[in-house]
């Protein structure tokens, strides 16, 4: 299985301000983004012990989330996506969904499986008939992309990250959304394949970046109401 090294670093505006300006001379935009930025909504799963938040918490080394993804709130295009990660490095796989059989996992009805089914579409049902596995929240964000062929390179600038408890509201063009940083604290992620090229890690030196195992998933699923929200860490510069 392929993964790819993932790094994540809490950062500023005034940090990202410095990077864009950077970037944009050395990496062309995302191909899909169009404008400065564009938004990513997303629908965690977790089972009934809530294993994918207490493994996180603990720091599991090889740990899977499940989640459905849209993008600039249409739901014309859903994506069904297993994260993975072992040692440090993360996989991810995917399929396309309709919004009906969205609707249906959504209701708490596990997909069909049958030959040809997709890898994600299987796992996810076998999750949901074992397991429990049913959506826990709404995660939506805005993001800016840089993408480079060199190391197979990808750089974001996720701001505004946001959390969402009234799940039946994902299909919906807009959702309530929870702050959980801080106003002007935002996530950089940096996504390579075996090497980051010297000019690019160049780009990124701000002199005080340091990498954390930040979780959006793990953030918004305790900075909102809940069994788990008295458990609250803070993220602090």
């Known amino acids: 299985m392929y993964y790819r090294n993932e790094w994540k670093y809490l950062v500023t505006d005034a940090d990202l301000a410095v990077l864009g300006a950077r970037l944009k001379v050395l ?30 918490e603990a720091g599991v080394d090889d740990r899977r989330k ?3 993804r849209l993008y600039n709130g249409s739901a014309e295009r859903i994506q069904l996506e297993i994260k993975e990660k072992l040692h440090g490095k993360t996989h ?87 702050p959980i940083l801080p106003a002007g604290q935002h996530v950089l992620e940096v996504k390579f394949d075996e090497f980051l090229p010297d000019y690019v890690a160049q780009a990124l030196e701000l002199g005080k970046l340091r990498q954390t195992a930040f979780s959006k998933y793990y953030l918004c699923r305790l900075a909102l109401p809940g069994p788990m929200a008295e458990r609250t860490r803070e993220y602090e510069f």
């Open 92 to 178: 991810k796989s995917s399929c396309i969904v309709s919004a009906d059989e969205c609707r249906r996992i959504m209701a708490g009805a596990a997909p069909p499986i049958g030959p040809g089914t997709p890898a994600p579409r299987n796992l996810l049902s076998v999750a949901m008939r074992t397991a429990g596995m049913a959506p826990k929240v709404i995660v939506e964000y805005e993001r800016t992309a840089f993408v480079g062929r060199s190391g197979n390179v990808r750089i974001t600038f996720d701001r505004n990250i946001s959390a969402c408890v009234q799940l039946g509201s994902f299909l919906e063009p807009k959702v309530h959304l929870t």
């Open 66 to 68: 499940f989640r459905l």
């Open 27 to 56: 990496l062309p935009m995302d191909k899909h983004q169009t404008g400065s930025a564009y938004a990513i909504r997303s629908l965690y799963f977790d089972d009934l012990q809530n294993s994918c938040l207490r493994e996180n």
